[in-house]
């Protein structure tokens, strides 16, 4: 079994800096991707950044120049730095794996990022 635990986030004012992590740990193998998504109050959970084990990363428009996700092989971690931060990203921030078979269907807790404007 696989478990994810999201942390890092926190308040923030728009224009402010965050720095997320996620540490994966259990039976991981055949993992395509990591990813981070987020789900805004009302809204529905949408992808926000992932990187591929090959190193090739994808971004959301509207993050693109301001996000970046890296990872660590060795740790089984994945990151996403976040900066110039702007109110509609507040949201809860969860990060999954994409196998064969599509990303995980089970999530993890979850980690909330708050910008005030």
């Known amino acids: 079994q696989v478990q994810l635990m999201e942390s890092g986030g926190g308040l923030v004012q728009a224009g402010g800096s965050l720095k997320l992590s996620c540490a994966a740990s259990?039976?991981?193998?055949?993992?395509?991707?990591m990813g981070w998504f987020r789900q805004a109050p009302g809204k529905q959970r949408e992808l926000v950044a992932e990187i591929t084990s090959g190193g090739s990363t994808n971004y959301v428009d509207s993050v693109k120049g301001r996000f970046t996700i890296s990872r660590d092989f060795a740790k089984n971690t994945v990151y996403l730095q976040m900066n110039s931060l702007k109110a509609e990203d507040t949201a809860v921030y969860y990060c999954?794996?994409?196998?064969?078979?599509?990303?995980?269907?089970?999530w993890g807790q979850g980690t909330l990022v708050t910008v005030s404007s």
């Open positions: 999954n794996l994409l196998t064969a078979g599509g990303w995980r269907s089970t």
């Open positions: 259990g039976s991981i193998f055949g993992i395509n991707a």
